[in-house]
């Protein structure tokens, strides 16, 4: 079973940037990934999914434009470079990986899961 590993966390003020990292213990090309963040009393939400190739991508309409992801499959790691960050955007943040073809946006279409990293925007 394939082990995540999120990284790349922590507190920024508003308008700021910050890149998380997500490293494959093993079997990362050729699965499709997403991130996943899930804020204090709400639910997991949608952020962004990559196809295993890097063709396709698509991004929740909260982030879209200010949010960016990749992948590096010869680092078995996936990225999402945050940008213009908001209070809204603060939350624990998970990628995963799903063993299902096609772009998938919800979260029990995703098998695999890392432990999360905090996201924290001061404003």
């Known amino acids: 079973q394939v082990q995540l590993v999120e990284s790349g966390g922590g507190l920024v003020q508003a308008g700021g940037s910050l890149r998380l990292s997500c490293a494959a213990s093993?079997?990362?090309?050729?699965?499709?990934m997403g991130w996943f963040r899930q804020a204090p009393g709400k639910e997991r939400e949608f952020v962004a999914a990559?196809?295993?190739?890097?063709?396709?991508?698509t991004y929740a309409d909260s982030v879209k434009g200010r949010f960016a992801v990749s992948r590096d499959d010869a680092k078995k790691t996936l990225y999402l470079q945050m940008n213009d960050l908001r209070p809204e955007d603060t939350a624990v943040y998970y990628c995963?990986?799903?063993?299902?073809?096609?772009?998938?946006?919800?979260?029990?279409?995703?098998?695999?899961w890392g432990q999360g990293t905090q996201v924290t925007v001061s404003s």
């Open positions: 995963a990986r799903s063993r299902l073809a096609g772009l998938r946006t919800k979260d029990s279409e995703y098998a695999d």
């Open positions: 093993r079997a990362f090309s050729g699965y499709n």
């Open positions: 990559i196809k295993w190739n890097g063709a396709s991508i």
